[in-house]
């Protein structure tokens, strides 16, 4: 009788499966390290990126991985030309896209305000506007980016385009402060340049199993990327 009940659940986990390999996942990853790292080469690797071929592995589910621009992954995700991606929600909080995510975070994320010592730092967000701001491209930080990208704030944020050259652009007195995410800008500053920066926490924000919401059988393919993610 054992036999016979675990024989016909895992008949219908296979039967669940059966429609999601039709055609491969394709995962969508932005050069984001140590989370997703992408080589010149477009070689891709990093923590989340090996978490999620593990994962998707262990679910017997076939992929393809994909890099593209911060902002051209969430576009893509959502218009569903990429399936599946670990990354932080979009908009405020109750406010979120049609995007499915996971019940709980895969890991998070310390969004900083970076200045050089000389400059005092901000409590909050809104003491920024009225400052030079430099931006992440692509990034949109939550729904900050579009708080001091607005009309009346002057002078408006400078979008750069990797973290080295917007640490070159605080050193030289460019920008007074840089909106950036600790993980990635870590790597970049160099040992004898942490003495001459500070900044302030601003928030830990937790990033999520993502599916489009034009994947589909979205919810029994969550339903399997958690179940072997937990597991």
């Known amino acids: 009788m054992l036999y016979k009940s675990v024989f016909f659940c895992l008949l219908t986990l296979q039967m669940t499966i059966v429609p999601l ?27 989340l990126t090996n978490l999620i071929r593990n994962t998707l592995v262990d679910a017997d589910l076939p992929y393809v991985i994909e890099s593209y621009p911060p902002k051209r992954l969430y576009e893509n995700v959502n218009a569903g030309t990429t399936d599946l991606t670990i990354g932080i929600k979009i908009g405020p909080p109750g ?16 969004l900083r305000i970076y200045a050089l010592k ?21 990034f949109q930080y939550g729904d900050r980016r579009a708080l001091l990208s607005s009309p ?3 002078p408006p944020p400078l979008n750069l385009n990797t973290h080295k050259n917007a640490l070159a652009m605080l050193f030289s ?29 601003l928030q ?14 979205g919810e029994k393919l969550m339903e399997i990327l958690e179940s072997n993610y937990q597991r």
């Open 21 to 47: 390999v039709a055609e491969p996942l394709r995962v969508g990853v932005t050069h984001f390290p140590p989370f997703y790292v992408v080589e010149p080469d477009g070689t891709v690797s990093g923590t």
């Open 95 to 110: 406010e979120e896209g049609p995007e499915l995510y996971s019940q709980l975070p895969v890991t998070s994320i310390e």
């Open 118 to 138: 000389s400059t005092s730092l901000p409590n909050e967000i809104e003491q920024l506007l009225g400052r030079q701001v430099g931006l992440i491209r692509g």
């Open 152 to 154: 009346e704030n002057v």
């Open 173 to 201: 007195g460019r920008i007074d402060y840089l909106l950036d995410y600790k993980e990635p800008i870590s790597s970049e500053i160099e040992p004898e340049q942490n003495d001459l920066i500070h900044y302030a926490t």
């Open 204 to 217: 830990r924000l937790d990033m999520f199993f993502t599916i489009s919401p034009l994947t589909p059988d």
